[in-house]
């Protein structure tokens, strides 16, 4: 196999310990015979899910010895001028709320767009050319930054300025949260699924408390709505099947 070969079965995922990205990164250990994982600090007000995802990798690992060949090097970014240049929900300590132009308050301008030209700066010294995101324009907030058609331009722009074969992939993108879960199921079965109930991290508010059906968190934030939605709705969709 050449090196050129090669760089196709390698992949780099954007990996925050939140349940999106924890679900991609086994969908790309299932696809790819190296995967690393990159994670960011950019100065958010809840560390809870960095220190999750150091969980996770560990765990999955432990349970999932066909995934474990495959992980390699786990890299932490540091990004604080974001978190001081912006005014968002998640870097602030202001309530969640709606901006006039539909945008909730816990939008980071320029968040993705940042973390895909950092991932590629990461992956062009790794050799990492497939760079895999949970971006979702299906159940989202509507960030504009979570659009195929943003991180299509963004691609092209790093291929043009890296003059690499760089591809970014979003397995998410048209998945709704349900069908998130169903592909979480679909790639490890139930010891995969409890994992990301257990130990991942989404709640806006950093909130472990308590544990519900679906995870841990406060339950209200917009990214608890989402992920208790998806869950139940999956959830009886499952029992549908069971029973019929
Ligand atoms: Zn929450």
Redo the contacts with the bound molecule.
Sequence with gaps: MTGEDRQHFTALVLFSGGQDSTVCLAWALSRYERVETAGFDYGQRHDIELKCRETLLQRMTEIFPQWQRRLGSDHRIELPALGKISESALTRDVEIEMHENGLPNTFVPGRNLLFFTYAAALGYRRGLHAIIGGMCETDYSGYPDCRRETLDSLEKAIQLGTETGFTIETPLMHLTKAQTWELAQSLGGTPFVDLIVEDTHS???G?RGTRQDWGY?????P??ELRAKGFEEWHVKMVDATTA
């Design positions: 709640c806006y508010l909130e968190g406060c339950g209200t934030c990214a608890c």
